[in-house]
C-alpha cells in the first residue's frame, strides 16, 4: 500500500515570500504524484501532477514541484505567494492501474500580508 | 473543464435520520465515482468505490449499511447516511473519473459539509 507524509501541518508566510511545502511517500510499486489545493470552504483542485518524463513539474499557478524518488519526494515549492494562496494543499499519491488516491494530512498555509 | 457538482453543500440533520448526499458529472460520463470523508484538519480517507451499475467496493473499516452508495447511470452517484449520528458529522467529498480531452483524470465536487445534531 502507498502513503503518503506531509511534515508541515501549518505553514504561515509573508506575502510575496517563497513557500516550500514538504511531501514524501513510500510505496512498493511506481506512483503517480499530485498536488492538490483545497480554498476555504470550496472541493480541491488540482495544482500539478509527475506521471513520468520530466521530474520537475509546473503548476497552475506559478508553483512546481520535483520529483526526487531516490529521497521518495515530491516538495511543492512557489516562488512568491499571494494572499489568495491561503489553503489547505494535499500532496497525493496513486498507482498507475488505479484511481484510488492515497492523501497526505495536508499543509495549511496562511499567507500575512 | 469538466465539472462535478455535489449538492447540498452543507446539511444539518437530527440524529437517527438519514441523508443523501448527490454526486453528478455535468458534462461527462463517469464510469468511476470514489467517496472521500475528511475529518477537520485531517486528510481525506477514501470510503468507497462506485462502478455505473454494480455494486460499490468499500475499504475497510467503512460500514456499507450505514453508508449506502448508489451509482445507477454515468452521471450520478448517491451517498446515503443511515440514521446518521453525531459522530457521522464530516466532510465528505466525491470524485469522479473522466476525461478531458484525451486524458483520463480525476475530478471533484465542492464537498457537503455534514453536521448531526
Known amino acids: 500500500a502507498q502513503s503518503v507524509t506531509q511534515l508541515d501541518s501549518q505553514v504561515p508566510v509573508f506575502e510575496e515570500a517563497p513557500v516550500e511545502l514538504r511531501c514524501n511517500y513510500s510505496?512498493?510499486?511506481?506512483?503517480?504524484l499530485f498536488w492538490y489545493v483545497q480554498y476555504p470552504n470550496q472541493g480541491l483542485q488540482l495544482l500539478l501532477k509527475y506521471l513520468s518524463g520530466s521530474t520537475l513539474v509546473k503548476g497552475i499557478n506559478g508553483s512546481e514541484a520535483e520529483f526526487n524518488k531516490s529521497q521518495t519526494s515530491f516538495h511543492l515549492r512557489k516562488p512568491s505567494v499571494h494572499i489568495s494562496d491561503t489553503a489547505e494543499y494535499f500532496c497525493?499519491?496513486?498507482?498507475?492501474?488505479?484511481?484510488?488516491?492515497?492523501f497526505g494530512a495536508g499543509t495549511t498555509v496562511t499567507v500575512r500580508a | 473543464g469538466a465539472v462535478v457538482s455535489q449538492h447540498p453543500s452543507r446539511v444539518i440533520c437530527k440524529s437517527g435520520t438519514s441523508v443523501k448526499i448527490e454526486c453528478r458529472s455535468l458534462d461527462f460520463q463517469a464510469t468511476t465515482m470514489f467517496w472521500y470523508r475528511q475529518f477537520p484538519k485531517q486528510s481525506l480517507m477514501l470510503m468507497a468505490t462506485s462502478n455505473e451499475g454494480s455494486k460499490a467496493t468499500y475499504e475497510q473499516g467503512v460500514e456499507k449499511d450505514k453508508f449506502l452508495i448508489n451509482h445507477a447511470s454515468l452521471t450520478l452517484s448517491t451517498l446515503t447516511v443511515t440514521s446518521a449520528h453525531p459522530e457521522d458529522s464530516s466532510f465528505y467529498i466525491c470524485?469522479?473519473?473522466?476525461?478531458?480531452?484525451?486524458?483520463?483524470?480525476?475530478?471533484f465536487g465542492s464537498g457537503t459539509q455534514l453536521s448531526v445534531l
Open positions: 497525493a499519491v496513486r498507482i498507475s492501474n488505479d484511481y484510488k488516491l492515497s
Open positions: 470524485s469522479a473519473r473522466g476525461k478531458e480531452g484525451v486524458w483520463e483524470k480525476l475530478f
Open positions: 510505496s512498493s510499486v511506481s506512483v503517480y
